[in-house]
């Protein structure tokens, strides 16, 4: 955790340093669309074991500054509370000899994970009048706020229907008793369109880092966002 605190520190101290000689501000938000990427070491116990997970519907909020490089090239870095996480449902049927009927079991996982983001991306411009396309692309380092998991299952035996639901806080760390580690870090790849002061930019976050504080197992965030921002100019 230190060791984290210390990298966002420096991160901090350098999206500062951009926003105070940048040129404009974006505030933005938007929608992400969220899963994960999981995979399992060779294990006796997942040969028959089908994880495809589902996407789910986050937000994205926060503002970005760009500091100039270039006629065609700003570096832009700022501070994105993210949404991530994904969905999982599953239905199993099995024979019981005993009740002599096939009984059913339902299950649904849905694990939100809410991320302080910071991008730090090269933007190209191609300005058309008053108007620009741009394309961005470059790393970003996030780091896990809070998270939940919210879990449903229904169990159909003999007749009878049994149904629940739970929802449990994310624990953090790398002990064997935690759920998913708080760094994350990964690509980030983007383009857009503004309008004057308007923006609309769309983006897709690869995660590198696995999240997985256990062994067996390899679990990787990827993010679609879709973005609409204002745009505040401070030099003219």
């Known amino acids: 955790m230190k060791k984290i605190c210390n990298v966002l520190a420096l991160l901090f101290m350098v999206s500062l340093a951009f ?16 899963n994960m ?3 399992f070491d060779d294990d006796d116990d997942f040969d028959d074991f089908d994880f495809d997970t589902d996407w789910k519907l986050g937000f994205v909020l926060g503002a970005t500054a760009l500091f100039p490089v270039t006629d065609l090239i700003e570096l832009e870095t700022g501070f994105l509370f993210s949404q991530k996480g994904f969905k999982y449902s599953d239905e199993y049927e ?7 009927e096939t009984e059913t079991e339902k299950y649904k996982l849905d694990v939100r994970l809410l991320y302080l983001n910071i991008p730090i991306t090269a933007r190209a411009n191609f300005n058309f009048g008053d108007n620009a396309f741009f394309l961005q692309a470059g790393p970003y380092v996030g780091v896990g706020l809070t998270g939940t998991f919210k879990t449903e299952f229904e169990y159909s035996y003999n007749g009878f229907t049994e149904s629940g639901k739970f929802e449990d806080d994310i624990e953090w760390g790398s002990g064997d008793d935690d759920d998913y580690k708080r760094l994350d870090y990964g ?18 976050g690869l995660g590198l880092a696995d999240i997985a504080p ?3 197992a390899t679990e990787k965030n990827k993010v679609l966002s879709f973005r609409l921002g204002y745009k505040i100019n401070f030099m003219q």
């Open 19 to 34: 926003q105070a000689q940048s040129q404009s501000i974006h505030i933005q938000g938007g929608l992400n669309l969220a």
């Open 37 to 39: 990427a999981i995979s």
């Open 94 to 100: 099995f024979y019981d000899d005993f009740w002599d």
């Open 187 to 204: 690509l980030l790849f983007g383009a857009g369109i503004e309008f004057g002061r308007i923006t609309f930019g769309v983006s897709y």
């Open 214 to 216: 256990y062994d067996d």
